[in-house]
């Protein structure tokens, strides 16, 4: 069955589906989506790095993607306007992350394939390596699960049960590398924070509590990636865009039910 | 530390010359704060007097640039903040939040309501509540604790007169069922005249405490509050004395 593309692509595909959508749930509730944007962007520049330094993609990416994620989460704690210069930092991650590459005249880089992800081409290796990934960020996520949701209720309840909220950060900046790793493969750097946000957000009107809304962002990113593969392959379109597409319109119609739901209570 | 609690006078948390520092700026300095058990010590101060400042330092929110805060061995703070800002995009009932960061037994979780005064909420979801019954869920949730020592930080914020006297009522009821000393942030002076053993004036560093009555009399309080909230108080004082003749 690995043998098959499109079964590796899609296996792939639900891997980073599972591990995105208890993360990206994290990122909405603390409104962290430029955050997501600026360390997924960085990942181009670590792809640069890894080129010229001929070493692993994977741990360029993630070594580039962890920097970032720990200087934006460092920053905001200092009371910077956030909004702004997470605006600065993600562009300028990927603006200068392109100019890195376009230096690599030597090597043929593919700049699309790490730009949208290139998911139909996902080997055996790099399978096991977004299923380990993968099971990293779940174990994590799971592991520190009250925590995270007491810190991201409110700092102050959280010093008062004994947690501290700079540690809980710490393990959603590293989670936050992980996935961008494991995804840029899948969908790409200019995709990935999509695959966080969307999920749940389409979750959040048909969830009653924290875990529902993960279960449910996970359930919504892994028919995106079915229904994405597919019809990439029917409409012949991109597919890490397809599957993108498709999350946004489960996003349109999620959203519709919901108010129609209140308009009928009403 | 050797210092276990027996008897009622023993101060179950005790400040000792606490410094804050916070961006650069002196907020706090030599705070020597001590609250005795089942003690209710109340906190004013004008805005901007590092009232919130202190109490973050209590739990443990803030670190103090040098000064210590010593809790007495296994007392437990219960915590009810000023506020609390739950994004709508997190979805969460009354119980599962009580249920953070450790799962009680339902029905504790249903006592501590009930103590709370917040009667059946737990299947409510927390983005539905009033104002009032949000600061009965804090409440609760400070109280799933067992606290020893119970801290509000300007808790009836948002709540109306006659919502504040309410929760002020109910926090004396609370305080001699758990038997806790409670130490409460508060601007309402009214209240604090009703219900408070001891009231400490805080302007950076403490600049009076004591009885209300003393406190409402003290040249430092006027230069604080302003003549006109210490006759009011005085007044209330007048008021009260009466009744309790009378009673």
Redesign the interface.
Known sequence: MLDDFIWRATLAGILVAMAAAPLGCFV????MAYFGDATAHAAILGVALALMMNISILAGVLAVALLMASCVSLLSGR?VAMDTLLGVMAHSALAIGLVAVSFLSGIRVDLNAYLFGDILAVGKQDLGLIAGGTILVLSLMAWRW??L??A??????????G?QPRREQLVLTVALAIVVAVALKVVGALLIAAMLIIP??TA?PL????E??ALIAGGVATVAVAAGLKSAYVFDTPTGPTIVSVAALMFVLSSLLSWSYQWVRQ | MPDPISSASTPVLRTRQLHVVLGGRQILHDINLTLHRQEIVTLIGPNGSGKSTLVKALIGAIRPLSGRVDIATGARIGYVPQRLHLDPTLPVSVARFLDLPRRHSRQRVSEALHDAGAGDLRRMAMHHLSGGQFQRVLLARALLMQPDILILDEASQGLDHKGTAAFYKHIEAVRQRYRCAVLMVSHDLHVVMRSANHVVCLNGHICCEGKPERVALSSDYRALFGDHAADSLAFYRHDHEETADVG
């Open positions: 909405v509730w603390r409104r009371g009250s925590a949701l007491t991201t209720m409110s700092e102050e309840l959280a010093h008062a049960s947690i749940a957000a959040r969830s009653r509590s924290p529902g809304m």
